[in-house]
């Protein structure tokens, strides 16, 4: 599958108690962290999660990355198909890739990955 989506982001402004509501609605398991914790969604299928706490606005968001091979050349088709890029390209540290967040000509936000090891 190209491009497929490989990871989400809930915004919340207080990540115990979103904590808590998806752990009992869903049964996901949320591990701790101070902004942000990975989401275990007990499932076999599917993509990783995290909550992200930033304490302020915006908190409210849903934020879905689509798997790139390189971060740099996606951003440039988004902005020639009359996208926006609002973010990056950035290097993730500790070596974990590039991502860049980019609105669509609707206005919607997405991500960009770029896995390290790919191309850039």
Avoid at 2 to 17: Q, S, T, Y
Avoid at 42 to 51: F, Q, R, V
Avoid at 64 to 71: G, M, Q, T
Avoid at 94 to 109: I, L, Q, S
Wanted: glycine residues 16%; contains cysteine; charged residues 20%.
């Amino acid at each position: 599958m190209g491009n497929p989506v490989v990871r989400f982001e809930i915004g919340c402004k207080d990540r115990p108690a979103s904590k808590a509501f998806y752990e009992e609605a869903f049964g996901w398991t949320v591990e701790a962290g101070d902004m942000s914790g990975e989401v275990a969604t007990g499932a076999d299928s599917g993509i990783n999660g995290a909550l992200t706490a930033l304490g302020h606005e915006p908190h409210r968001y849903v934020m879905v990355y689509i798997e790139v091979a390189d971060a740099d050349a996606a951003a440039a088709r988004v902005a020639d198909n009359g996208g926006k890029v609002t973010i990056g390209p950035l290097d993730i540290p500790g070596g974990k890739g590039r991502f860049a967040w980019f609105e669509d000509p609707e206005g919607n936000t997405l991500g960009l990955f770029q896995p390290p090891g790919k191309a850039s």
